[in-house]
T-cell receptor, first 113, second 111 residues
Framework: EAGVAQSPRYKIIEKRQSVAFWCNPISGHATLYWYQQILGQGPKLLIQFQNNGVVDDSQLPKDRFSAERLKGVDSTLKIQPAKLEDSAVYLC???????????FGPGTRLTVT | QKEVEQNSGPLSVPEGAIASLNCTYSDRGSQSFFWYRQYSGKSPELIMSIYSNGDKEDGRFTAQLNKASQYVSLLIRDSQPSDSATYLCAVNIEGNNRLAFGKGNQVVVIP
C-alpha cells in the first residue's frame, strides 16, 4: 500500500514570496491533515479535512495560509506572502477516518530567507 | 497548562537497557493515545496506539495508560542503537477530535 505522498521535499524562497505544497493521502483515507513542525517542537495542526470539507482550521493563519481539497483526495497548502517565521517542515497526514491512526508523509522542508 | 507535556530532557541509555518515556495530558475526555518515533530529518512514524487503561505490548515496545492520572508512558526494552530518535506523544482531544502532540523526547542509545 502506497503511503502519503508530498511534494516538493525542499523549498527555499524569499520572504514575501508565495509557495504551494501538494499532498496525496493513502488511498481510501477520508481525513487529511496539514501540520507545521518547527525544529525542536511537536507537529502543530494547521487544518483538517474530512473528504473535501474543513473540519478544523482554528490554528491556520488565514491571512496568509490557505488550503483546499477540492475532490476529496489530494490537497494543496499555500502560503502567500511568506514570512521568516514560516520556516518549518510542513507535514501532511491521513487517516481512514478522524478516529483512526494518522500516517504521515515525508514532509516539505521550507526555508524562508 | 499544555495539552500534552513531555518534560524529560534527552535520555541516554546503554544498549540493551530499558528506556522509559513519560507523557501527561490535560483533557480528561481523551480516549486515544499514540506514540510516534521521529528520526532526525524524517517524518513521524506511528509505533504504538493505546485506548484502554493498562499495558499494551508490541515487540520490544510497551505502552502504559492511566486515565485517572492522565498519564501515558512508553517503555523500550533491549534498546538498540536504531532506537535513537525523538519520541512524540500524541493525544486525541475529544472536544474537536484533534491530535495534540508533545514536543518529544530524544533518546540516545549508546553502544
Amino acid at each position: 500500500e502506497a503511503g502519503v505522498a508530498q511534494s516538493p521535499r525542499y523549498k527555499i524562497i524569499e520572504k514575501r514570496q508565495s509557495v504551494a505544497f501538494w499532498c496525496n493521502p493513502i488511498s481510501g483515507h477520508a481525513t487529511l491533515y496539514w501540520y507545521q513542525q518547527i525544529l525542536g517542537q511537536g507537529p502543530k495542526l494547521l487544518i483538517q479535512f474530512q473528504n473535501n470539507g474543513v473540519v478544523d482550521d482554528s490554528q491556520l493563519p488565514k491571512d496568509r495560509f490557505s488550503a483546499e481539497r477540492l475532490k476529496g483526495v489530494d490537497s494543496t497548502l499555500k502560503i502567500q506572502p511568506a514570512k521568516l517565521e514560516d520556516s518549518a517542515v510542513y507535514l501532511c497526514a491521513s487517516s481512514f477516518t478522524s478516529h483512526h491512526e494518522q500516517y504521515f508523509g515525508p514532509g516539505t522542508r521550507l526555508t524562508v530567507t | 497548562q499544555k495539552e500534552v507535556e513531555q518534560n524529560s530532557g534527552p535520555l541516554s541509555v546503554p544498549e540493551g537497557a530499558i528506556a522509559s518515556l513519560n507523557c501527561t495530558y490535560s483533557d480528561r475526555g481523551s480516549q486515544s493515545f499514540f506514540w510516534y518515533r521521529q528520526y532526525s530529518g524524517k517524518s513521524p512514524e506511528l509505533i504504538m496506539s493505546i485506548y484502554s487503561n493498562g499495558d499494551k505490548e508490541d515487540g520490544r515496545f510497551t505502552a502504559q495508560l492511566n486515565k485517572a492520572s492522565q498519564y501515558v508512558s512508553l517503555l523500550i526494552r533491549d534498546s538498540q542503537p536504531s532506537d535513537s530518535a525523538t519520541y512524540l506523544c500524541a493525544v486525541n482531544i475529544e472536544g474537536n477530535n484533534r491530535l495534540a502532540f508533545g514536543k518529544g523526547n530524544q533518546v540516545v542509545v549508546i553502544p
